[in-house]
């Protein structure tokens, strides 16, 4: 079993920054494939990025490519994910997400997911 606590969600400005944390409990978490989903008010789930269990690899949703960075430090547990440029259109619930499978855009091959946290940006 892991649990996923996400933070450093919070307000924005267009075109500011922020940098989203995900701490794991358990001792498996350098094993797992890491990945950052997000849901609008209104909209269903949009994958973000994804990274390999070593941090080698990384994709990214279309919408964020190029603005957004996944990485991870598996001596912490942690995966982050530092947001640039922001948009009015990037609000979300974003909400982290492990699995012991291959990269995947697919949010059901991740097994074990956080609550999330409120990423609001203001024009």
């Known amino acids: 079993q892991v649990q996923l606590v996400e933070s450093g969600g919070g307000p924005a400005q267009t075109g500011g920054s922020l940098n989203l944390s995900c701490t794991a409990s358990g001792d498996s978490f350098s094993m797992y494939v890491a990945a950052w989903f997000r849901q609008a008010p209104g909209k269903g789930r949009e994958f973000v990025a994804t990274i390999n269990s070593r941090g080698s690899h990384r994709g990214y949703g279309e919408s964020v490519r190029g603005r957004f960075a996944i990485t991870r430090d598996n001596t912490k547990n942690t995966v982050y994910l530092q947001m640039n440029d922001l948009r009015p259109e990037d609000t979300a619930v974003y909400y982290c997400?492990?699995?012991?499978?291959?990269?995947?855009?697919?949010?059901?091959?991740?097994?074990?997911w956080g609550r999330g946290t409120q990423v609001t940006v203001s024009s």
């Open positions: 997400a492990v699995g012991d499978s291959a990269v995947s855009t697919a949010g059901n091959d991740y097994d074990y």
